[in-house]
């Protein structure tokens, strides 16, 4: 008994499952029909979606959802056979349909099994039932076996339905199987129909009146007294089990009143990984354990302490095995984990209409780079941000197309999203062609709202002005909309992103439109870093080496220290700021002055400086490690390291460090 | 299981009041004189004191981070985060590795004493102290053959979001 429900659970959660994502993969089709009503491919397409959904809802008795699939099945139908052509406001009723589809879903996931439905629900049905009551361009040219094959459909449907009084109908359709001989034909029956009961056949035949059939049937006799009669059991026994049966029914049905929601087990966040990934691993985890066989052999070998040279060669080799093994397996993990983009990308055409439509805008949405494989804990957390950022552009970004007209554009706004993976990092870039930004505007507009000061505003360079959309109570909109203009939203951006190590740039021409680029490092996967060791004072770093262009022992005339900029080294004609990486990490160094140190010389992506330590102990490859959550937020380390010794190494954030300063506004 | 876990750790919090519900098995350890309790739910192991890479910017009582086989976890002080005096580590001090909410941290005891089985009827509520002594992490006190133990809530002077916001405030 508990397996049959185990089972059935299972089956439940599977269903669910499916049917979010099948849900999921909607939006974009309707958002294509709206611009294509003729496209029977995606028409099929969305029909065949809301065909499984009402059939798999049915084998759950989730009559509110199979009805609701139900009736917009019907909908799409009508668009199919161009009884009815999809216009805007009936897209619009199909996506609503499908909203709602998927709240009842989401109720079920969370342990609701009631089947019945809210007000917003049964509103929204009636109004399908509105519009598949009018009759638009109703049927102009009556084909009689289109006619007889829609009945046919009907049939079956009512045949798994059993939801209503059968008899009126089955009489119904014995006219109309009457009629479809009369018209098409005999050999026009259609296939597959089952024979009809016997009272009915000896009706057709005229041989008795239906009168009589329900004669019979009354006289027919319950099972307990057929028993009874024939002496099988006493009438005692018939009545103490038919109380019982009585019983057992009210307590079913009390337990069903009783039984409290609590979310669905396992529901848990899941993956689907292709076997052939799987397989894989198990090929590496084979030759594992022949490496581990190789050690075995070895460490008798040793023991024996024989052929001590060559066994050391031996060793190392099946080391060196070892590592790579190793190696493959965590590069495997990797990919494994990694989903297509596609999941958020989706969503965006159905969020850019609706919200354009909210506005009176006119936007269209163009996307590449949907097939990008992502790891999917950045996937969850990109979502949020890449949201925030588009609604701007549509609500910010773009003109009223009116205004777009008087400008001379289109008046159908464009938003571009486009996806790329770029070394190591991944990379979102959204365009689009409105309005573009206004630095002088948004700087006086921050010290307005008190998000800088003045005097701030007057040394912010353009692009850092940019930025400010992305400051907490920060916002441009002259009035507050729906979607976006309380200030609260594009901060997400920015948290996000520095929760991931990730950075936004921004760059604007006025009139011409915006450009915001995400870039989040591909942190989850394994990114090896070739960097060098640095010891300061008591502690070592590892300093990235793509940053380094080259290490000097300075001279003293070399240092000097010029009043408003602070300590300077001059290398050649060129001058870099100092940056005493103790003085940044807070502690004590070996040496005081630059001139007894080392000074790594960096001049890359704008940012120049050198950098002090004590000491370069040696060149190191090593795999970075997130050092988690509580040391996110410190500009100057990108992570962690295991050195050589077994200790943990801070990698240094080069970048952060650098622009630490100029970016503190930003914090705040 | 793990839904079964959480709601055990939502219903210890809300008993905490009364003193119900905290009946079960604490790893005790000592700081300085006093001795504390921790559910042993949440300890996995227990480790001798090894190098601690300190993290710049970061409060005082953060030490820094370790190589767990592999794996980086930060490590707290669990004396300088109750206001204690820093010690000197000695050949008893350890740290016991926690999970907690998820996240896995080390904590720097100055020596692990026993486990100890503590039922219903010795804990009761924490009597109030004088108003510089905060109460609020105190489940309640086992009295166990004779001994008053403090058994302190180390889920929650340690919850991995408390912690990260302490960590921010300080980098600030």
């Known amino acids: 008994m508990a397996e049959e429900f185990e089972l059935d659970q299972e089956i439940l959660v599977e269903f669910i499952k499916e049917t979010l994502e099948e849900l999921d993969g909607l939006d974009p089709k309707f958002i294509a029909l709206e611009k294509n009503p003729k496209d029977m491919e995606v028409l099929n397409a969305i029909f065949r979606t809301m065909h499984s959904i009402k059939g798999s809802s049915a084998f759950f008795n989730l009559n509110h959802i199979r009805n609701f699939a139900h009736k917009l099945e019907f909908l799409l139908d009508d668009l199919r056979k161009g009884a009815r052509t999809a216009t805007k406001d009936i897209i619009n009723v199909l996506l609503r349909g499908k909203d709602r589809l998927d709240h009842m879903l989401n109720r079920l996931a969370s342990g609701d099994m009631e089947v019945t439905h809210t007000p917003d629900e049964a509103a929204l049905l009636k109004q399908v039932e509105n519009i598949l009551a009018s009759k638009e361009e109703a049927a102009k040219e ?11 459909k009907l049939r079956l449907d009512l045949a798994t339905d059993g939801l209503i009084d059968k008899e009126p109908v089955e009489r119904l359709l014995e006219q109309i199987e009457r009629l479809r001989e009369a018209v098409l034909g005999p050999e026009a029956r259609p296939s597959g129909e089952a024979a009809p009961p016997l009272g009915k056949m000896l009706i057709q035949q005229g041989l008795i009146s239906e009168e009589d059939v329900e004669e019979a049937l009354t006289k027919q006799k319950k099972l307990g007294e057929i028993l009874v009669e024939e002496g099988k059991v006493t009438p005692e026994a018939v009545e103490r089990a038919a109380s019982d049966q009585r019983q057992q029914a009210r307590e079913i049905a009390e337990a069903k009143k009783k039984k409290e929601p609590t979310p669905i087990a396992g529901l848990k966040k899941t993956m689907r990984i292709e076997e052939e990934k799987i397989d894989s691993f198990m090929d590496v985890v084979g030759e594992l354990i022949i490496n581990a066989e190789v050690f075995n052999y070895l460490q008798k070998k040793l023991e024996g302490g024989m ?163 992305f400051a907490p109570g920060f916002s ?73 262009r080259e290490s000097i022992h300075p001279s003293r005339q070399q240092v ?15 001058i870099y700021p100092l940056i005493r990486l103790h ?7 070996k040496h005081k002055h630059p001139w007894n140190s080392v000074v790594m010389v960096i001049d ?59 970016r503190s506004y930003a914090d705040h | ?154 889920g929650r002077v340690l919850s991995p979001e408390e912690l990260v916001h302490a960590a921010r405030a300080a980098g600030q």
């Open chain 1, 142 to 152: 009556i084909k009689p076996h289109q006619v007889f094959l829609e009945i046919d």
């Open chain 2, 1 to 154: 299981m793990a839904t079964d876990n959480k709601g055990g750790e939502a219903a210890s919090a809300k008993a905490s009041a009364q003193g119900q519900g905290l009946e079960g098995k604490y790893l005790t350890f000592v700081l300085g004189d006093e001795e504390y309790g921790l559910e042993i739910l949440k300890v996995r192991e227990i480790i001798g004191l090894m190098d601690i890479t300190p993290v710049p910017q970061t409060p005082v009582f953060i030490k820094g981070v370790i190589n767990l086989r592999g794996k980086v976890i930060p490590v707290i002080d669990l004396r300088l985060k109750f206001g204690m005096e820093e010690a000197e580590p000695t050949e008893e001090t350890c740290i016991i590795v926690v999970d907690i909410d998820d996240t896995l941290m080390g904590i720097l005891v100055d020596t692990v004493s026993e486990v100890l089985d503590i039922s219903h009827e010795q804990i009761e509520p924490a009597p109030a102290f004088g108003s510089h002594i905060s109460t609020e992490f105190i489940l309640g006190m086992g009295k166990i053959q004779g001994k008053v133990k403090m058994l302190r809530d180390v």
């Open chain 1, 307 to 469: 052929d001590i040279e060559k066994s050391v060669m031996e060793f190392k080799n099946a080391n060196v095995d070892f590592s790579e093994l190793i190696f493959n397996l965590q590069k495997g993990l990797a990919e494994v984990r990694k989903v297509s983009i596609k999941g958020i990308f989706q969503k965006l055409p159905r969020m850019v209409r609706d919200l354009a439509e909210a506005i009176g805008k006119k936007a269209d949405i163009e996307i590449r780079g949907e097939d990008l494989l992502l790891d999917k804990s950045l996937f969850e957390q990109l979502e949020s941000p890449l949201n925030h950022i588009i609604r701007n552009a549509v609500d910010h970004g773009l003109e009223a197309p009116d205004v777009r007209q008087a400008a001379g554009k289109n008046p159908m706004g464009r938003v571009e999203v486009i996806a790329e993976e770029t070394k190591g990092e991944f990379v979102i870039r959204i365009r689009d062609d409105g309005k573009g930004m206004d630095a002088a505007k948004l700087r006086a507009k921050a010290v307005e709202k008190g998000v800088i000061t003045a005097a701030q505003a007057d040394t912010m360079p353009d692009k850092e002005a940019y930025k400010l959309i």
């Open chain 1, 560 to 574: 000097s220290s010029v009043k408003t900029k602070g300590e300077i080294v001059q290398i050649r004609d060129h």
């Open chain 1, 476 to 548: 441009t909109a002259e009035k507050v909309t729906d979607v976006s203009g309380r200030g609260v939203g594009m901060d997400v951006v920015m948290t996000t992103l520095k929760e991931n190590k990730g950075k936004v740039d921004i760059s604007t021409t006025l009139g011409k439109g915006t450009e915001f680029t995400l870039s989040l490092p591909l942190s989850n996967t394994l990114i090896t870093i070739s960097g060098l060791v640095v010891a300061v004072g008591k502690e070592k770093y590892i300093v990235p080496m793509e940053w380094i």
């Open chain 1, 604 to 662: 890359r992506e704008g940012l120049q400086c050198c950098l002090m330590v004590d000491e370069i102990i040696e060149e190191t490859q090593v795999v970075l490690k997130d050092l988690g959550k509580m040391f996110h937020h410190i500009p100057g380390i990108l992570g962690g390291a295991i050195l050589g010794d077994g200790n943990v190494g801070l990698v240094v954030n080069i970048e952060g460090l650098l622009r630490t300063d100029a």
């Open chain 1, 583 to 589: 003085e940044v990490f807070g502690v004590t160094p």
